[in-house]
């Protein structure tokens, strides 16, 4: 049996030294430590380890649900240590509604956490860029696909890009994360989609094929039509506490909604409902994510109250719908309609 792959992030050199000593000779292996949170984001997405080990002082960090969503993304176990040797361990991918104020179970110590480990923690299983799918039909070249995402969003993206082809749509994606993730972000999902994910950049020509993302970045998304379809990246005031929004991602695609299929996938808030609805009403095929396989069903509810949506799936359901979207142009398919 393989050794559990462990990566520590905390900021006291103490804590690293003391649980570095505490692992060896036990069946793990530890990766890397690391305190700084991109840091510890780029780490993670480069490895993909088996567990990750965070202490109280990233816990608190603003930083921290991001690094929680990509934990959960790549199928990890995660553990949170608490004072001098106590933790409280959860499996990021069972527990879909986290409660960082009640974790389901804790370890009083750190003897007892190498117990676990000696016992056997589950080792997930290797991931692999995916065979390449069938291509689309070239009579779906004038179809663009629009997604918004936040709390949950890149576990979320990752079942849905993985059901895009080689020459999907031209795909725009506004994802909710804290500065200095987006390289690590798009690196994990550009490995995990037969496509090719993209950070998204001012001026971009958005093309089939090709999925772009804004997520940490300075700016707003928009995208814009001329020649071809282009990306617009400008700084601006946060727009409902966003920055970049998704909100301005969808109300820029309002004067070719027809051609439009928009996406609101799990997150707190309710960022892009508003967008949402503009596009809907202007002609676009919308989806929202459904709440029992929502981490936060904020941004779809709003958006279902508002009725801007026209089917809520549940995620297994997302991807293949914007393609079966994509080819017959139709805003109501089979699920739940609204």
Known sequence: ????????????????????????????????????????????????????????????????????DLVRAINADWISLHGPGACCPRDATSQARWDKAAPPYAVQCLEDLLDRIDKGVRKRPVSARPFAKPALA?????????????TGGIDALLTVLAEFPPNCPPTAIVQHTARGFSQSLVRLLDRRCAAKVVIAEDGLRLEHGMVCVAAGVPGHL?????????????????????????????????????????????????DGAAGLLDLRRA?????????????????????QELGAVCQQLPLSRIGGTILQLARTGQCAISGSET
């Open 222 to 270: 928009r995208l814009q039509r001329g020649e071809g379809l282009s990306c617009s990246l400008r700084e601006g005031p946060e727009v409902g506490g966003q920055l970049p929004a998704i909100d301005e991602l969808f109300r820029s695609a309002v004067p070719f909604a027809n051609r439009c299929i928009a996406v609101l996938l799990t997150g707190m808030g309710s």
């Open 138 to 150: 070239p009579s779906l070249s004038d179809k663009i696909v629009l997604i918004g995402a936040s």
């Open 283 to 303: 002609g676009s095929a919308t989806i929202g994510q459904d709440e029992a396989t929502s981490v936060v069903y904020g941004m779809p509810r709003i958006a």
């Open 1 to 68: 049996m393989e050794d559990l792959r462990i990566i520590v992030v905390s900021p006291s050199a103490v804590e690293c030294s003391r649980i570095k000593r505490a692992l060896a000779g036990r069946s793990a292996r530890l990766v890397a430590m690391s305190g700084d949170p991109h840091e510890a984001f780029t780490l993670i997405e480069g490895t993909e380890p088996d567990l990750v080990l965070f202490s109280q002082a990233v816990f608190d960090r603003p930083e921290f649900d991001g690094m929680l």
